[in-house]
């Protein structure tokens, strides 16, 4: 076919595509219901049959094994998520374009979703199944099968996936960076704690409550501290606040690459380098809202 029986268009439109990688979030949500499935049906094939002694050479292959996997393992891989994090942060933050804050932000609700999925699992399934397991076989020490599970691989990993998302949003968000989110610290510190409030619940059934009852004040720490989680509803309603300013800014500047007359940035936006784009967009921070004109309210 020649060239000349094709119709020729006088402009072409070009549309940039804003695209989000979902591969690792995908991942994470897959292989972490694989995981929590998998302890749980652990915990039922072995946890009578092979948990109740904790001196028996059965318990120390079953249990004590999983133990000393997972310790090194999930708190190691912390550690090291957390530390690539900080050190392959954005070091010029201050010239973030819209388009690449905006993916950060969708990348920082898939953190936040992936933390709300692991406490889910981690109370809705593990803890109760934990106060279960006390009102069995009654007072017992810090690892049974029941505390393998929760103290040393559910709590682990939502603080994996719960400071990992601090630490993303600190060191690549501009409104994060500049201030600190006093809804995500509630939210990330709240269940961290419930960790060294286990060492204080494990030392009150030795010494003075040997039975499980769930309304002693003993167990109100737990009930606070989870609760801490529901400041989440806030970070998001921060993330919504500044995704109703990215979205236009970014979209209406890729529509036919010229901006429209309700563009407010439409004679800086035909000027180039860094002094024009400071001109056009204006980060916010989560202390202190930044207006498009860079004054603050």
Known sequence: MSGDALPRRANVTVIKTFDIDYGLFAFAMVALTILYISARLYQQAFGFSMGLDANSPEFDRYWMTLFRIELPVLYGAGVLCWSYLFLTRDRSIETVTPETELRRYFYLAMWLVVYSFCIF?????FADGDGVWHQTTLRDTPLTPSHIILFYATIP????????????????????CRGVSLMHVIAVVGPFLILPNLGFNEWGHAYWLTEEI?????????VVLGWCALALAGVLMQIVERLRELIPLVFKQDAAGSPTDANPFRD?????????????YKPTTVSGRRSISGKSK
């Open 268 to 280: 800086a936006s035909k000027k180039c380098g860094p002094e024009a784009q400071r001109q056009r």
């Open 121 to 125: 699992w981690t109370g809705s399934f």
């Open 214 to 222: 769930f309304s002693h004040p003993l167990h109100w720490g737990f």
């Open 157 to 176: 990993i939502y603080l994996f996936f719960g400071v990992g998302s601090f630490v993303y949003a600190m060191t690549r968000i501009p409104a994060f």
